[in-house]
């Protein structure tokens, strides 16, 4: 088996990344969701293309994958968010994001389905753990609202069924894909969300330091981010990359309560607990002499 570690920690750097959606949102607070996230694809679709033209590569081989890779990764990257800004429309925050916070579980639970992965007790402990930890952390947020329309939790079970199985057909039937073809899926997906914002928003522009944090917001969590998942799917073990993923809520408030934004308290302590403990569970050997096949 080929050694799975450098492969899976550049998955964890794409986590890292997420970790900064939410002190960056701050900044951002009023912006439309689909206008923002078409312009942060935007930015992360340049940035990743000037890259590729730095070292020397030709433009082209940001376009270039198989008609079922490019379903893959624009279903995945559009999709997820359509559904994902849908069901927050349409139920409660709290109520939506319990739900859609199983993807990283549901990644960890269809590793099972790839070829030569062999899914183990600890995995899928590790990341019940996890969203035991993730959902301490919703919760405190607000209290569950109960009711809201039957789309919108349609939705948010979309939203967590469309992560996890991109992240899976990824694996899958896109591993022969350069991940250079990730600049393509963040254009088009650029493209297909300001559409979408054309027709059901209204546009407001950040404001102030807003437009540096919408720069910051496509170069990382975006362009970057969504580059090194692409990898870590590809390369990494998955199953320790779905429990990790958890991690991202929990260092995304951790710098929420930097920068005053969030209070400390016991409930985000033990979400701490839960998650790491639930990330080292499940990474077992990782960084061992030997890796398990």
Not at 95 to 111: E, G, Q, T
Not at 124 to 130: P, S, W
Not at 206 to 229: I, K, R, T
Not at 258 to 272: D, F, I, K, N, T
């Amino acid at each position: 088996m080929p050694d799975r570690r450098p492969g899976t920690l550049i998955g964890m750097g794409a986590i890292l990344l997420w970790a900064t959606l939410a002190p960056l949102g701050v900044a951002l607070d009023g912006v439309p969701p689909f206008l923002l996230t078409g312009a942060a694809f935007l930015i992360g679709g340049v940035f990743l293309m000037g890259a590729l033209l730095v070292r020397g590569q030709p433009a082209t081989r940001g376009f270039q994958a198989t008609p079922l890779a490019w379903a893959i990764g624009v279903g995945g990257f559009f999709g997820y968010h359509a559904v994902y800004f849908t069901a927050l429309k349409l139920l409660p925050p709290v109520d939506a994001l319990l739900v859609i916070n199983l993807w990283p579980l549901l990644i960890v639970l269809f590793s099972a389905l790839l070829p030569g992965e062999r899914l183990l007790p600890r995995h899928v402990v590790g990341a019940l753990l996890g969203l035991g930890g993730t959902s301490l952390i919703v919760l405190g947020r607000g209290e569950i609202g109960g009711g809201g329309s039957l789309a919108g939790w349609l939705c948010a079970l979309a939203a967590a069924l469309i992560w996890s199985g991109y992240s899976i057909l990824n694996r899958r039937f896109a591993a022969a894909t350069s991940s250079d073809a990730v600049i393509g899926f963040c254009l088009a997906t650029a493209v297909l969300s300001l559409a979408a914002s054309l027709l059901v928003e209204q546009p407001v522009l950040p404001q102030g330091h807003g437009w540096a944090m919408l720069v910051l917001l496509g170069l990382g969590p975006v362009g970057l981010a969504f580059l090194l998942w692409d990898r870590g799917t590809k390369s990494g073990d998955i199953r320790v990359l779905g429990a990790a993923a958890y991690a991202g809520p929990l260092i995304g408030t951790l710098l929420l309560l930097v920068m005053g934004r969030a209070e400390p308290s016991w409930r985000l302590l033990l979400a701490a607990l839960l998650i790491v403990g639930g990330s080292l569970l499940a990474s077992g050997d990782l960084l061992g002499r030997r890796q398990e096949s």
